[in-house]
Each structure stands twice: as C-alpha cells, then as structure tokens.
C-alpha cells in the first residue's frame, strides 16, 4: 500500500528524511533520478534571478579518485588543527565511549570523512559565477533543492565543502574540472545508493532557537513549562 500525504507533510517527510551519506552500493544513479536532481537545482531561488550555479558531473573514476584526494587533504588538515587546538576534544566531550571517540578523531584528522568521494558513484561539482553578488546563498539553495530531492528518490547524498575552502585545494579542483577563472568552485555532492539506512541526528529543542522581538527572549516555552 502506497502511503499517501498533504503537501506540506510531504515537505517535511523530505526534509527528516535527508541524511549526510558517506557509504553507498556499487549501483549506479539512473540517469533519470540524475535529472530529477539537476532540475530541482535547476529552479532554486536567486537573488535577481541571476541562476549563478553550473553543475559539472563527474562519474570518471580516476576522476572521482583525485577528487577524493583533495578532499581528504583538506578535512585532515582543518581537523588536525582541530585536534592540536583542543577544539575537537571539547566538542566530543560527551562521547564518553574511548574506543568511539578515537575512532572519530582518527576519521577527522586522517581527512577519511571526505575522501569517501572517490566511492560515490556520482559527484557533482558546484560552480557559481564569481562576479554575482548572492552566489554563495544561491548555490547554497540550489544544493539544498537537489539534497531534497535526492532524499524524495530513496538516494543518499553529502554536501561536502573540504575541496573548496582552502583556496589552494579549490586551485586544484578548477584545473581538474577546467573551470573558467570567472566561477568558483563551491562544493561537491556525493550521490549514490546508501548502504544502510541512518538514523536521524540530533537536533536543538525549538525553545532555543526561536526568540520573540529580541534575540534571547523565547517565543515557545520550554515543554515542562508549557505543561503546567
């Protein structure tokens, strides 16, 4: 039985169900699912309609390999700083598991949470003309559309910006992909078949987050609060 749902349930269903996916089967993207993906990029909002993103898809695997690479390169480099500041221990704080807390530095520092890239069958290559004043927020859109719509196919996706905030890395992403001097080369998303399903990540109570007239006054009332 096919379930059913109003519009703005469907909207949510989409958006819980969007997952940061690293893993995935052999199985190749269709190339109808592809073009369901770029065409949700495709009708992003931008600012003055300017359209500023190009996508550039990458299947080659020698390709995806080096992409990978520099991928890996970047995260072990931002992560290691991390790790040597003290930074990344004050964030797994909590993690009380030693054997799980090792394990996540050795996937940080190492850069092993990016270069997962040279695995997906399918990354596409974010590209937005430099000279438009919102690109980042229009390309941020436009990914966030096709992250949507990857989640809607029953396919797994990443966003993944560590080939593309050290402007050394991102030097080596535009002579790979040959893009023009005119773009920048924003971020890359994995796409593929997941291995496994995820379950959903933690987020901040509502209460915390939303603020009535000024910042630091709650709009909603904690949920002990609004029970008595």
Request: hydrophobic share 40%; net charge neutral; proline share 7%.
């Amino acid at each position: 039985m096919t379930d059913t749902f109003t519009l703005p349930d469907a909207a949510m269903k989409l958006i819980l169900d969007r997952r940061s996916i690293r893993d995935y089967t052999p199985e190749p993207v269709s190339e109808e699912d592809l073009a369901k993906i770029l065409e949700a990029g495709r009708q992003a909002p931008s600012g003055e309609d300017a359209q500023p993103w190009r996508f550039i898809i990458v299947k080659d695997a020698e390709a995806r390999k080096k992409l990978g690479a520099i991928a890996g390169g970047g995260s072990g480099r931002r992560f290691t700083s991390e790790f040597v500041t003290q930074k990344m221990q004050e964030r797994f704080a909590n993690l009380k598991d030693e054997a799980k807390k090792k394990a996540a530095f050795e996937k940080l520092t190492s850069g092993q949470v990016s270069a997962f890239l040279a695995e997906a069958p399918v990354n596409i290559v974010v590209c937005g003309k430099k000279h438009v004043w919102d690109m980042p927020f229009d390309t941020s859109a436009a990914i966030e559309n096709m992250l949507l719509m990857v989640a809607g196919l029953g396919l797994g996706a990443c966003w993944v910006i560590a080939p593309c905030i050290d402007i050394r890395d991102e030097e080596r992403v535009k002579e790979l992909f040959n893009i023009p001097e005119g773009y920048k080369a924003v971020s890359i998303i994995s796409v593929g078949h997941p291995t496994r399903s995820h379950r959903p990540r933690p987020r901040l109570p509502i209460h915390e987050l939303v603020f009535n007239e000024k910042f630091g006054e709650p709009y909603y009332k904690k949920p002990e609060e609004a029970q008595a």
